[in-house]
């Protein structure tokens, strides 16, 4: 059973548009939710993480919305760029549970940005 | 900055053999987790260690074991191998202060023929 669903699946957006994806989760008691960037043959790379208290985060072209309530939350790519061709995974973890904040990740999103 | 270290980046065995991967965390940093993942799929947690004891296991096989060293170096050992566990293991570590920001090292890509 996924308990992080993430979508879409794959993506294409044109150079300086906004890259959207959206990720659900049901465990209630996650508290943290990052958002990481892999390349192929590459370790995943933490791009940005939100905690449930707050809505919105926005470092850069990155921004996580957060909607605590529809238990759902999403990460924006401002001014796509070719360079931000990666896949896209959204994690969730319980960081001050007995799991010691495993991570449990959606199933990712491939991203192609055409110039 | 320092980042996590893996070796061997890349690994070639035969069904039934072992391998030992190694994870050098990021100084100072307490907590190593190792990771699996299949091609195209999202990584699956395995096994994770806090100040060298099993903080939490997922779905590791038994024939997997893991331990933490005395200077936070976290090896994996995979006996029996199967040529399904052809994947890449990636191993993150993180610091109590922070223990949800996991930083991930390149990843060792294992294939067993």
């Known amino acids: 059973q996924q308990q992080v669903k993430q979508s879409p699946q794959s993506l294409i957006v044109q150079k300086g548009g906004i890259s959207i994806i959206n990720c659900a989760y049901e465990?209630?008691?996650?508290?943290?939710f990052p958002w990481y960037q892999q390349f192929p043959g590459k370790g995943p790379a933490l791009l940005i993480a939100i905690r449930p208290d707050v809505s919105e985060k926005k470092e850069g072209r990155f921004t996580i919305s957060f909607n605590k309530s529809a238990k759902q939350f999403s990460l924006h790519i401002m001014d796509s760029q070719p360079g931000d061709s990666a896949t896209y995974f959204c994690a969730a973890t319980n960081a001050g549970g007995t799991s010691y904040g495993k991570l449990t990740f959606g199933q990712g999103t491939i991203l192609t940005v055409h110039p | 900055a320092a980042g996590v270290i893996q070796s061997p980046r890349h690994l070639i065995k035969e069904k039934r053999e072992t391998a030992t991967l190694k994870c050098y965390p990021i100084p100072r940093h307490d907590t190593v987790y190792w990771y699996q993942q299949g091609p195209g799929q999202d990584p699956q947690f395995l096994i994770s260690?806090?100040?060298?004891?099993?903080?939490d296991k997922g779905s590791i096989p038994d024939r997997f074991s893991a331990q933490q060293f005395s200077d936070y170096h976290s090896e994996l050992n995979m006996s029996s191998l199967e040529l399904g566990d052809s994947a890449l293991y990636f191993c993150?570590?993180?610091?109590?202060?922070?223990?949800?920001?996991?930083?991930f090292g390149p990843g060792t890509r294992l294939t067993v023929t």
């Open positions: 260690f806090y100040e060298k004891m099993q903080s």
């Open positions: 465990n209630t008691a996650f508290d943290y």
């Open positions: 993150a570590s993180s610091s109590t202060l922070a223990r949800a920001e996991q930083y």
